[in-house]
């Protein structure tokens, strides 16, 4: 009997994925691997670049629809990030097959790869003013590299920061630090940690943990004396930098929380559970969800008066910031709303329970 329950509560879900699947909320771009990472091109709004589940990353043109794809990793790409250097445009890559690649972001050519790292690259910062990349992996370490055309491979191993006990999940930086050639870097990880380091150049000084959050930080990220994080433990919150790490705000949610951007007075927030959320930053409330994504939602950037958002779906939609932020616009799956329509209170509920 629970065999026969399960096949049919497995065949409705199916049913029910197939219904968002087909939905167009937010002008989908639809891709061939699930996506792991994005960021947008400072010079362009509309070019985007994504890590993907396929060992692959690729730029897309969200005019016009061009893509490019940049092979070379033997592991899925878990990290992407751009750097302008000597008046060209490279696109650094994380990946599982635990390097990072570092290619001609115009022409797709690889230029070097960098292979310090003894477990999976989890995310990549480049940092203009020391003209530097940091790399955060699963081998618990944090390594931070000198960029310089003229040397061998373009990089140099500077150092290593250590002190997360597992893997480190995000890095920010924080150019508020006083001491002259010297800025902040804020990592999270799946210990539970936050930690700030103090790095120059040429040397660095161990972060002091701070836990906050009961289990894994996936997102961290720095506005002016704010610090905003998402965590596994379902909430986001928002840290007060100015008088030490004070909590402000703790928004709940109902799964993982994987991403937060900040516009004009709001919190958005991603979602395992495929919700977008909006909030009101003043008073924490919830402003609305904003349905589109059929899988876990795991980024969001803000590129011009759009939002972007990045799914393990396999797609990239596109958001206006006005209509995200009118509490009367609604974004609906008009298949779901409809199959609501068609069945009974029981059914709905049931419907409800397996769309959680």
Known sequence: MSQFFQSDQNIKSAELK?????????????LTTKILALTVDDKDENIIYIGGAANIAVKINLKSKAKSIYRGHSGPVTSVV???????????????????KMWNAE??????????????????????????????????????????????NYHRKVFVLKGHTRGVEDLALDTSCPDSGHVWIWSAGSDREIRRWKVGDTACEDGDAHIGHETSVYRIKIFDNEMWTASADRTVRRWDLAHGIKEEIKLEHGDYTRDVVIYQ??????CRDEYIRVWNIETGKLIKKIEGHFDDIVALQIAGQNLISAS???????????DVL???????????????????????????????
């Open 18 to 30: 197939g219904l968002k699947a087909n939905n167009e909320n937010g002008n989908p771009f639809r």
């Open 82 to 100: 751009l750097a302008n250097i000597d008046k060209d445009k490279r696109l650094y890559t994380g990946s599982w097959d635990n390097t990072i």
């Open 107 to 152: 022409t797709g050519d690889c230029l070097a790869t960098l292979d310090k790292h003894s477990d999976f690259v989890k995310c990549l910062l480049y940092v203009p003013q020391l003209n530097m990349l940091f790399s955060g992996s699963s081998d618990k370490s944090i390594i931070g590299w000198e960029i310089r055309p003229d040397l061998e």
């Open 265 to 270: 007075g709001h919190a958005i927030t991603a």
């Open 312 to 322: 393990l779906d396999q797609t990239i939609r596109q958001w206006p910031l006005k």
């Open 326 to 356: 009118d509490p009367k616009i609604e974004f609906k799956i008009t298949a779901l709303e409809n199959k609501r329509a068609e069945i009974t209170d029981d059914e709905e509920r049931e419907l409800d329970e397996l769309m959680e």
